[in-house]
């Protein structure tokens, strides 16, 4: 089995404000934030709020500039209180699994939104899966998660 290694710029800085950018091959997002942790020797809670991490487009492989403003996903990271490696999910999806995802969200939130099933079993096993890390998404993150997944480039 192969392990893909992608590219992130990491944008950073520390509670003094000093810039901690950082570009890196990495497998994850949350891995790629491990390295800068490592690079810099500071901890997690030294970051500010303004951590960006950005998956930068592999695709092409021509010389010249990569059209940054359309090509690269920023990732935002939530504020959860575990390790920032316990936090992130990225996983690749072929076209058939993506559509997938997508109508099972908006099942979800159509369940959300009109309280449609009444059997109290699938509703605590439904609600025991959307809060397994956290607080289960409002209807209005779900819209957000969403646009993100149709928005996320697509790897050939």
Same mark, same amino acid.
């Given at each position: 089995m192969i392990i893909q290694n992608d590219l992130y710029f990491i944008a950073a800085t520390d509670?003094? #404000? *000093?810039? !901690?950018? !950082? =570009?890196v091959r990495a497998t994850t997002a949350a891995q790629a934030v491990d390295f800068l942790l490592d690079y810099y020797n500071v901890k997690r809670a030294s970051i500010d709020r303004n951590l960006k991490v950005f998956l930068v487009p592999s695709t092409q492989r021509a010389? #010249? +500039? !990569? +059209?940054? &403003?359309?090509? @690269?996903?920023?990732?935002? +990271?939530k504020e959860i209180d575990q390790p920032i490696s316990q936090q992130m999910h990225c996983v690749c999806l072929l076209d058939? *699994? &993506?559509?997938? @995802? !997508?109508?099972? =969200?908006?099942? $979800?939130? $159509? $369940? =959300?939104? $009109?309280?449609?099933? #009444?059997?109290?079993?699938?509703?605590?096993g439904v609600g025991l899966i959307a809060s397994a890390h956290a607080q289960a998404l409002t209807s209005d993150e779900?819209? *957000? =998660?969403? *646009?993100?997944i149709n928005s996320s480039p697509k790897r050939h």
């Open positions: 509670g003094n #404000g *000093e810039n !901690l950018d !950082l =570009l010389a #010249g +500039p !990569l +059209p940054w &403003h359309s090509s @690269v996903q920023q990732v935002e +990271p058939q *699994e &993506h559509d997938t @995802v !997508l109508a099972a =969200l908006r099942v $979800y939130q $159509y $369940y =959300l939104n $009109y309280q449609l099933c #009444g059997d109290a079993a699938f509703d605590i779900i819209d *957000e =998660l969403c *646009e993100r």
